[in-house]
């Protein structure tokens, strides 16, 4: 749980976008703390529902390998995620390293209802975002991970990052074409977040849709964040065209 005086950080994040509904969500540690939030936001009304806790109450959020589910506030929403080998990289941060593994694009399956409503079926494209690691005190990072499609109808998707797990080679930046993912050369975002820069001269613009953020001071534990859902086009690192994306770019700025 420590590494001299810094507290292990693990997570699972998972969101899934499709014409309907985007979703996200995760269950946090830092040392002993545990913290888990969620979000959804349905595109027919704009609205979006999340809800954090810093001392999560069980089964209100299940994220276990293959499965996604929330029984909370009026959701009830049970995805069947498809999961694969993804991605892995061990970067250094600070005098630590960290791990992590990406999955992206994968199929995610299942229920919706919403409010005491009728049940509607998601058969959305997922990314999982599992990490483990003792990070440097403070920490700084932007990261966009999601899906879409090519001109051409082939599938892509993304997970690019820059302040964390991002050295020159043996990063965890990817894109996967057609299901196959490469690594991608270096990244650069907008400070509002409204566009993704890569050495190689690719563009990759973003248009928010809607937005979680939240900011907390719990003494030895800071944290400010930005996480928009939304569109994209433009073309991914590597010179993959985009048609249509759908997906998250986030900041957090975490003292911890």
Partial sequence: MFKGARPRKRWRYVALFDEQVMVCAAIVQVGPALQ??????????GRMRERTRLLPRRGRLELSPGRMAVCDDGVLLDVELSE??????????????VWTRKQAGIAARGRLSLDGGPARTIDALAVIDDTSGHHARVTEWFWTA??????????????LVSGVNDPPHGS????????EPREVPAVSFAPDLSEIRAEDGSLLSFIAMAERNRSENLLILRSDYRAPFGSFHGSLPGGARLAEGLGVVEYHRAHW
């Fill in 36 to 45: 888990s939030f969620w979000a959804i936001h349905t595109r027919e009304d």
């Fill in 84 to 97: 694969d080998d993804g991605i892995q990289a061990l970067c250094p941060h600070g005098r630590q390293r």
């Fill in 146 to 159: 999601g899906v879409g499609r090519g001109p051409d109808g082939i599938a892509l998707a993304w997970n």
């Fill in 172 to 179: 965890e930046r990817a894109v996967w074409v057609d299901g």
